[in-house]
């Protein structure tokens, strides 16, 4: 079995670079791979499945292809794009994951996150993502006009950068009790996750098992090919 992870893409308009990577990753990384897992934030932001920029047809049209040529697409939803629906995730057809994914293989067990759910020292963002996760929020916020909802995710995306810029860098980063216990729940050996922008490898709790972080695409992207005997963290490189 081989897979591959990524997180954090983070594609917009304002990046056409990245999305180039991107596209070049799916054909040349991507194909002939068994699965592929994208761990939440491909779009910088997601306002429904009604978006129709030539950004959102041209990933559609890309992943697709990639669907086609047999590689399994899997997709967790980030905290920019988790708005995702069955629409989108149907003409990809792709599989939509909870928050926490697990993959036994061989005698690994590897547990899948966007990471998001780790940073539990933010309280304020942990109590802001519950508010927004709630079906009847989503369906308020799915039912306005695609203008506002773009007005609002410019809106919270300029919050949430201020915010950021305030808080204490610790408290955007995983807490590893949470690490540490999320993977004990799951028996985990080894988990990926990205959200945090800080890609590498971690040991956990002195032990054998391994947390490997996804980075953020920019100049290069971030990329963990699993196989059966190894996991690899790689930069994606034009
Ligand atoms: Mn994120």
Redesign the pocket.
Known sequence: MSILCI??IHLSEARPSVTELFFKFLTREAEGVDELYIL??LFDSWIGDDENSQLAEDVKRNLARLSDTGTKLFLQH???DFLIGEKFLSRIKATLLDDYHLIEYKDHRLLLT???LLCTDDVDYQNFRKKVRKPLCQWFILGLPLFIRKRLANYWRKQSSKANVKKPSDIMEVNLGAVASVMDCNAATLLVH????RPGRHGVDATEKERIVLGEWNAHGWAVSVSNDSAVLFKVKF
């Open positions: 997180s954090d939440g934030d980030g905290n920019r966007h990471g998001d990205g959200h945090t922008h």
